[in-house]
């Protein structure tokens, strides 16, 4: 699976599909971020659109694809950033942060794989650290079909093996992640939460 086929359309294609809300989606991790948090990782964070927003921070992103990697290197940001290119399933670290960002990264894992990632986020968080997640969730039937539709997109183009939505929340739930505040967008079918362990 690699997002590098879609990596120069990626950014454009969601702004033509969710509108102009979708800058409001992209930064509501920000809502969450305090001036104390220093050590930030953020997991397929794509083309790095979260970077401009997070000034003088040490920041960990990790990212699958080497083109979306090349240009999250381009935005312009006063932080230390620290590209890596790998699997965040392979990738190890002892390292514990106090922000970790998954920006619509876990709707990417099939549901074995995604408790997996959720059972290894839960040993990164550090003392008083905190996860945000922003991503999809149930809602209307007829967003139901468009996440499938998005869904054989992307299977079609990056070879995404997941074709349907987990209920997320539940799931970070499930490993001991305790929900602390919510934001709902497009009446409830995008969420960003910030959680803490
Ligand atoms: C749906 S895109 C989201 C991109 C961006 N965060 C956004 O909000 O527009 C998912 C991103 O996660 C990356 N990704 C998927 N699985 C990954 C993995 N196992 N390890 C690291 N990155 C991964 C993909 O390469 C892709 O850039």
């Not at 990738?91 to 408790?115: A, Q, T």
């Not at 183009?157 to 709902?184: A, I, P, S």
């Not at 995008?190 to 959680?195: N, R």
């Amino acid at each position: 699976m690699s997002f590098d086929r879609v990596a120069h359309i990626y950014d454009g294609l969601a702004r033509l599909v969710f509108g102009k809300s979708w800058q409001k989606v992209q930064n509501s991790p920000f809502h969450y971020i305090q001036e104390s948090d220093q050590n930030i990782l953020i997991a397929g964070g794509g083309s790095g659109k979260l970077l401009s927003g997070l000034d003088d921070k040490k920041i960990t992103y990790i990212e699958l694809s080497s083109e979306m990697i090349k240009k999250a290197k381009s935005i312009q940001t006063t932080s230390i950033v620290n590209f890596i290119e790998a699997d965040f399933l392979n990738w190890e670290s002892n390292e514990r942060f106090d922000v970790i960002i998954f920006p619509f990264f876990l709707d990417c894992f099939l549901e074995s794989d995604l408790k997996k990632v959720l059972q290894k986020t839960t040993s990164m968080v550090g003392r008083n650290g905190k996860l945000i997640v922003t991503d999809f969730q149930k809602a209307s039937p007829l967003k139901y079909w468009l996440v499938r539709l998005m869904y054989g997109f992307f299977r079609f183009t990056t070879g995404l093996k997941v074709n349907r939505l987990l209920d997320l929340r539940t799931q970070l739930k499930t490993v001991g992640f305790k929900e602390q505040e919510l934001k709902d967008f497009y009446g409830g079918w995008i969420f960003c939460s910030e959680y803490k362990i």
